[in-house]
């Protein structure tokens, strides 16, 4: 199957500070990729969604200054959490699709645990 | 609001019994429907994708669809412990941009 990956799979950081979080597409080239949050015990909550060489969708509540979604190449999608505050600590999940994968499927990276303190 | 509506469990069940994971979905265009699985503190695995009305097997995993009743189900026989996990069904929007996932269900499969 298609595999994405994800750099770093946890990351620790001051508060104020800002993380960068890459999203690889490894065995196919992803037209759309998605951002999500998940908090502990609840769901997945779509943050954005990306389309290679376009700005990013960002979902109702979701502050597009602080989480910045570059999707510069076909291949290659990174979140920035900007000024990133205790309450931004969560597990970052990106997936990607392409139109040669079956409609619609998603396939999902590893994950990013961010804790700020 | 589209939604996708499932039982959060637990479910429980014993080695070898089979499980099954109900998931209903208020947008009646949708043509794409999934099942991931996530194990605690990962992310969510893709083990079915179903399109049309009726029944996908794939191994020991079944995923059932009807349209009229806008209604996705999983079935997983012979269960094992290593089953033990929280599924999440997810349904493609409209234009089939992007998935919409209910909260999941937590399966428990006792030895």
């Known amino acids: 199957g298609a595999v994405v990956s994800q750099h770093p799979s946890w990351v620790i950081c001051k508060s104020g500070t800002s993380v960068k979080i890459e999203c690889r597409s490894l065995?196919?080239?992803?037209?759309?990729m998605f951002w999500y949050r998940q908090f502990p015990k609840q769901s997945l909550m779509l943050m954005a969604t990306?389309?290679?060489?376009?700005?990013?969708?960002?979902e109702q509540g979701v502050e597009k200054d602080k989480f910045l979604i570059n999707h510069a190449s076909l291949t290659l999608s990174t979140l920035t959490v900007t000024s990133a505050h205790p309450e931004d600590s969560s597990f970052y999940i990106c997936s990607a699709r392409s139109t040669g994968i079956p409609f619609n499927e998603q396939f999902f990276g590893p994950g990013t645990r961010l804790t700020v303190l | 609001q589209k939604e996708v509506e499932q039982n959060s469990g637990p479910l429980s069940v014993p080695e070898g019994a089979i499980a099954s994971l109900n998931c209903t979905y208020s947008?009646?265009?949708?043509?794409?429907f999934f099942w991931y699985r996530q194990y605690s503190g990962k992310s969510p695995e893709l083990i079915m994708s179903?399109?049309?009305?009726g029944d996908k097997e794939d191994g020991r995993f079944t995923a059932q669809l009807n349209k009229a009743s806008q209604y996705v189900s999983l079935l997983i026989r012979d269960s094992q412990p290593s089953d033990s996990a929280t599924y999440l069904c997810?349904?493609?929007?409209?234009?089939?941009?992007?998935?919409?996932f209910g909260k999941g269900t937590t399966l428990s499969v006792s030895s």
């Open positions: 179903i399109y049309s009305n």
């Open positions: 065995d196919f080239q992803a037209t759309t």
């Open positions: 990306s389309n290679e060489g376009s700005k990013a969708t960002y």
């Open positions: 997810a349904v493609g929007n409209q234009a089939g941009t992007a998935l919409i």
């Open positions: 947008d009646r265009v949708s043509q794409s």
